[in-house]
């Protein structure tokens, strides 16, 4: 009896120490692109799974904030230039059922079998316009593709949820599937100064660290919702 628990005691340990290295060297991983505290874990899942798919680090860019014309910041979860344009990522965590469609300002999430249901804004406008805004940086953009990716994360459903042709709805576990897509499918495209991407890309995740410009940011995005409730 002795040795089972022994050897019990010995596997224990060794699983123990595996996911502790596991975690650890996946905490460095994501240290090549974004620190811990930015973003939502969903969004450092993400940026995990790019990275083991082997995206070049130097290519992924998260929790984005560009300075618009008007003086606000537009806020993204994440971006990445590829061989063949911009992708850029919208990620969210919901639970349930899923409702809506490419066209409605707001998608319906739905639990414990109907009992309980929340409004959140619809996700794919909410990348159109991210792409919109990014767009507007630079004049080389505008011969760039753009893919919009809508990623899931959680345990959740779509029930009767459309959407247009050129975005990429998918739960997590799907979404490398996309990436391979877009990147098999597209032709490379040709950057006229790709210095100048990488530095406004990397110019906007570094708003992201001042204080300031995040307070800013989420004071318009509450100044935006308190007006909808009451138009």
Not at 10 to 28: C, G, H, N, P
Not at 76 to 85: E, Q, R
Not at 181 to 210: C, F, W
Not at 217 to 229: D, L, P, V, W
Request: contains cysteine; aromatic residues 12%.
């Amino acid at each position: 009896m002795n040795l089972f628990f022994i050897i019990f005691a010995i596997i224990f340990l060794a699983v123990i120490i595996v996911r502790t290295y596991s975690k650890l060297q996946d905490q460095k991983l994501l240290r090549t692109v974004t620190q811990s505290y930015r973003g939502t874990s969903s969004e450092r899942a993400m940026i995990l799974k790019l990275l083991k798919f082997g995206t070049p680090n130097q290519t992924i860019f998260h929790d984005l904030y560009l300075i618009n014309q008007n003086g606000t910041y537009t806020q993204i979860d994440l971006v990445v230039a590829t061989k063949v344009g911009i992708v850029v990522y919208e990620v969210k965590e919901y639970s349930g059922w899923i409702f809506g469609n490419e066209s409605q300002k707001n998608w319906t999430q739905v639990l414990a079998y109907g009992q309980h249901k929340y409004r959140f804004y619809n996700p794919i406008l909410q990348n159109k316009k991210h792409i919109e805004d990014l767009i507007k940086q630079l004049p080389q953009f505008e011969n760039i593709p753009f893919y919009s990716v809508v990623v899931f994360w959680g345990d959740c459903t779509f029930k009767d949820v459309s959407i247009p042709i050129d975005t990429f709805l998918v739960k997590s576990k799907e979404v490398m599937g996309v990436v391979k897509r877009i990147l098999s499918e597209n032709q490379p495209v040709n950057y006229t100064n790709k210095r100048e991407v990488v530095d406004l890309l990397i110019a906007s995740v570094k708003n992201g660290e001042n204080n300031e410009i995040a307070e800013k940011h989420i004071k318009n995005i509450q100044s935006m919702r308190s007006k909808a409730r009451f138009d």
